[in-house]
Every structure is written in structure tokens, then in C-alpha cells.
């Protein structure tokens, strides 16, 4: 059983079931899509296009080829210029929900964070120590 959802392409009601979350009619429309962008990729001089030139050419909505690299139907690996905006500051990536800088920064905010936190343990111990020491 599904559940009745709001189709984000048209706004109709269609039954949910996990797997497309668009309503049939439009899942059919995106698919006809997917083939003409595919098409259009197939060609060898087509590889190294960029959203925007594919969705020019195409007329495809930009944020259906985010769709198509996220959901891995169109592969980075083979067409260099697809991606998904970092759902930190919407460049580009192909892995993940963040770009290369991004989640590097967030690397470096953790580190300073578990750095934070070791500090925080020491001067807690320490104050245990003093305490301690006081009541003896
Ligand atoms: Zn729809
Ligand atoms: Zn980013």
C-alpha cells in the first residue's frame, strides 16, 4: 500500500509507493526526457556538455539531470561535467550531499570541535583534581 502525495511536477494526487516520486504521468514525461538527454549524451561530442548546454538543447529541467547523477542514471564518471549542487553551497559535486570543499571544511570544523571538546575534558579533570585535592 502506498500513500496518497502531492506529484511536485503537476501538484496532482498520486498513490506513493517508493519508487518514482512523481505521479505516472509525469514519471512518463520525465523518462521520454531521459531518452532524448541520453541520446543526446550518447554522442561522443555531446560527453563533455554541461547542464546548462544539455538543458538548452534538450529542454530538460535543470534540477531533473541533479536527479538522474544523484540517483546515478547518469554517470559523472562518464560525463565529466554532470553533477548536483552541495546542499551546503549549491556548487556542483557528484558524490555525496556536499562538494570536495565543503565537506572538507566540515572536516576541519570537526577537528576544531573535537579539539574544543579535548580542552574542555582537561579543565573539567582538572577542576575533579582540585577539588579533590582540596578535600583532602
Ligand atoms: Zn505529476
Ligand atoms: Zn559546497
Same mark, same amino acid.
Given at each position: 500500500m502506498g500513500e496518497l502525495r502531492n #506529484?511536485?511536477? #503537476?501538484?496532482d494526487f498520486f498513490n506513493y509507493?517508493?519508487?518514482?516520486?512523481?505521479c505516472a504521468k509525469c514519471a512518463n514525461i520525465e523518462e521520454q526526457q531521459y531518452e532524448t538527454v541520453y541520446k543526446f549524451l550518447r554522442k561522443r561530442e555531446n560527453r563533455a556538455a554541461n547542464i546548462e548546454r544539455i538543458c538548452e538543447v534538450t529542454g530538460t529541467k535543470e534540477s531533473l539531470l541533479h536527479k538522474w547523477v544523484r540517483k546515478g542514471r547518469l554517470q559523472p564518471a562518464m560525463f565529466p561535467n554532470l553533477g548536483y549542487p552541495c546542499d551546503n553551497c549549491g556548487k556542483l559535486t557528484?558524490?555525496?550531499?556536499?562538494c570536495e570543499n565543503c565537506t572538507s571544511n566540515l572536516k576541519a570544523d570537526l577537528r576544531t570541535f573535537d579539539a574544543a571538546k579535548d580542552f574542555r575534558d582537561k579543565v573539567a579533570n582538572q577542576d575533579k583534581g582540585t577539588f579533590h585535592t582540596d578535600r583532602k
Open positions: #506529484c511536485p511536477t #503537476c501538484n509507493t517508493g519508487i518514482r516520486d512523481v557528484t558524490s555525496g550531499k556536499l
